[in-house]
Structures are given as C-alpha cells and as structure tokens.
T-cell receptor
Framework: KNQVEQSPQSLIILEGKNCTLQ??????????LRWYKQDTGRGPVSLTI?????NTKSNGRYTATLDADTKQSSLHITASQLSDSASYIC??????????FGAGTRLTVKP | DTEVTQTPKHLVMGMTNKKSLKCEQH?????MYWYKQKAKKPPELMFV???????INESVPSRFSPECPNSSLLNLHLHALQPEDSALYLC??????????????FGSGTQLSVL
C-alpha cells in the first residue's frame, strides 16, 4: 500500500478558478513534505517544502498547508492559469534517506 | 547554474542495441539519481549515487547499468532492453543525501522507446 495518497486523481477546472489538491500520508518518521509540479514530458520542479512545524506556506498563487496531527497536506491554487495544467506530486521524506512519491494529481485548466 | 541536463531528449532503440543516457549537473551536488516514469505514474527510483558511490539499487534488472564517472556526471547504460522498458527516464540531483529530505532537481528526461 502506497504510504502517500493523493486526491483527486485528476481535475478539470476553468481558467481563473481556484482548486485544492490533497495529500494524505502514513510515512513515519516524518521529515518533510514537498509539492512538485511536473509539466508533460518534463521533470518535476519543486514548488514548496513543508516541515513539521509549518502549517502554511505560500509561493505566489500556490499555498500549501500541513496538518502533522492528521498527516494531511493540501495545495491550493488561486486564480488558475492555463500554464498550471500539469501533474502535481506530493513527496514525503521519512528519516534521512527515504522519499515516498504520491501518484500525483493531473490538473487541466481550460479556457 | 541550477540545471540538470539530460541527453538525448528522445531515444528509439531496438532490443539488441546498446545505448547510453547521460546526465550532467554543475551545482556541486553530491547525490545523483535515476528514476523511471511510465505515463500517468509517479517516478520510480532506480539508482542513487552518493559521493560517486552507488548507494541504492532498487532491484533493477542488469540490462540497466549505471555509472558515475565524477561528481558532475551520471550515465545509464542500456543493453538488451525490452519493450516494457519504454518510459521517461529522469535524472535528478540533490545537495547532500546524508542530510535527508533533500530537494530534488530534475532534468527534463529522456523519452525512451524500445521497439
């Protein structure tokens, strides 16, 4: 069983709308959680990192949250743009050398 | 320079061919990784090099042979591949794997098709 579960699997929204992607994990011990954006045919790019003590962090139109008690994270995208169309992958690090990838959420932004 | 450069971008090979994928970074990172990614799936770890030594081999078939000639270069030698090996092969690097929870810098990948 994958220890990092993302939902929804795919999402279609209209340009300008907001959306929220979810990541639930059971990875232990928790080190940090990163959200990556992967455009089609390209490598993933890190958007943000969440550590145990952080609840929320923003990077432009992207806002990530972390609830370490419930082991849940979310990525909120505000005022979506066509260029936001991509896969968003949640990666949870356990201990020092173990990174667990979620299956990703495929976001499509339509005009 | 914060880039990881992979060549070639696309590769088509027959099952009897021998080819190599190349990866280069000049960020001074001491950990380098090979990942395999099938369509609509997350990347799967294949190999990890830390300080130019192979530290992880995720039970990858011997038809994939990694090589780390120096701290900036990482190769993946391919021989006698199968059609199911067709995938996007991603190289990544991170500053120092010993610290844990590293930010990975990915290349754009090599899209491999095995005929």
């Amino acid at each position: 069983k994958n220890q990092v579960e993302q939902s929804p699997q795919s999402l279609i929204i209209l340009e300008g709308k907001n959306c929220t992607l979810q990541c639930n994990y059971t990875v232990s011990p928790f080190s940090n959680l990163r959200w990556y954006k992967q455009d089609t045919g390209r490598g993933p790019v890190s958007l943000t990192i969440m550590t145990f003590s952080e609840n929320t962090k923003s990077n432009g139109r992207y806002t990530a949250t972390l609830d370490a008690d419930t082991k849940q994270s979310s990525l909120h995208i505000t005022a979506s743009q066509l260029s936001d169309s991509a896969s968003y992958i949640c990666v949870v690090s356990a201990g020092t050398n173990d990174m667990r990838f979620g299956a990703g959420t495929r976001l499509t932004v339509k005009p | 320079d914060t880039e990881v450069t992979q060549t070639p971008k696309h590769l088509v090979m027959g099952m009897t061919n021998k080819k190599s994928l190349k990866c280069e970074q000049h960020m001074g990172h001491r950990a380098m990784y090979w990942y395999k990614q099938k369509a609509k799936k997350p990347p799967e770890l294949m190999f990890v090099y830390s300080y130019e030594k192979l530290s992880i081999n995720e039970s990858v078939p011997s038809r994939f042979s990694p090589e780390c000639p120096n701290s900036s270069l990482l190769n993946l030698h391919l021989h006698a591949l199968q059609p199911e090996d067709s995938a996007l092969y991603l190289c990544a690097s991170s500053q120092d794997r010993r610290q844990g929870g590293e930010k990975l810098f990915f290349g754009s990948g090599t899209q491999l098709s095995v005929l």
